[in-house]
């Protein structure tokens, strides 16, 4: 079965600032990765995705995300937090037709 | 190209009625799912539906249904609606199995 954990569940940061949303997944099988992003009252938008190939990928508005087998990890950064990223964010991993998700990351950004 | 398309977006519905959702996927896509967002639960997959088919199911009652036309537009329905049915629900269209899935707006229930 998969899962996946995302640390913390509201991650502030300053405009301008790195950001970092950690996610950590189980999977008995090579796994498929993926970030999204939901604004309120929106659905997800694909940030990003992991299928095979190189570990650091990039994503859409300057994210990206790097695969590490060992830690069973594929946290997201940014160099640059802006003030149009507050959003939540969702890790989420997939098997043949099901994607599981975290329990969502909501970023807070501060001028 | 056209993206995921649910409709309607927002429906407010009384206990014990039923409610039926639609979800048009991008177009060459013939894999649908469905996922129920609550702030409880956060997302859970209903079903998936490839070719008409329903390859894979969740964890839901049997009240959850839905189906697949040839056209690969999808239907979702939801019979004797309970308050705990009230969610955001998530269309997801991808080409395949394994592959990025793309989501549309969703549809808002609430059930009063």
């Known amino acids: 079965a998969q899962s996946v954990t995302q640390l913390g569940s509201h991650v502030s940061v300053s405009e301008g600032a790195l950001v970092l949303l950690r996610c950590n997944y189980s999977s008995s099988v090579p796994p498929y990765l993926f970030w999204y992003v939901q604004y309120p009252n929106q659905g997800l938008q694909l940030l990003l995705k992991?299928?095979?190939?190189?570990?650091l990928v990039k994503g859409i508005n300057g994210f990206e995300a790097e695969f590490k087998k060992s830690e069973t990890s594929f946290h997201l950064t940014k160099p640059s937090a802006h003030m149009s990223d507050a959003a939540e964010y969702f890790c989420a991993v997939r098997r043949y037709s099901t994607l599981t998700f975290g329990k969502g990351t909501m970023l807070l950004v501060s001028p | 190209k056209a993206g995921v398309t649910q409709t309607p977006r927002y429906l407010i519905k009384t206990r014990g009625q039923q409610v039926t959702l639609s979800c048009s996927p991008i177009?060459?896509?013939?894999?649908v799912s469905w996922y129920q967002q609550t702030p409880g639960q956060g997302l859970q997959f209903l079903f998936e539906y490839f070719s008409e088919t329903q390859r894979n199911k969740g964890n839901f009652p049997g009240r959850f249904s839905g189906r697949q036309f040839s056209n690969s537009r999808s239907e979702m329905n939801v019979s004797t609606l309970e308050l705990g049915d009230s969610a955001l629900y998530l269309c997801?269209?991808?080409?395949?199995?394994?592959?990025?899935?793309?989501f549309g707006q969703g549809t808002r229930l609430t059930v009063v």
């Open positions: 177009s060459g896509h013939r894999s």
């Open positions: 997801a269209s991808s080409q395949d199995m394994n592959t990025e899935a793309f």
């Open positions: 992991y299928t095979t190939g190189a570990t």
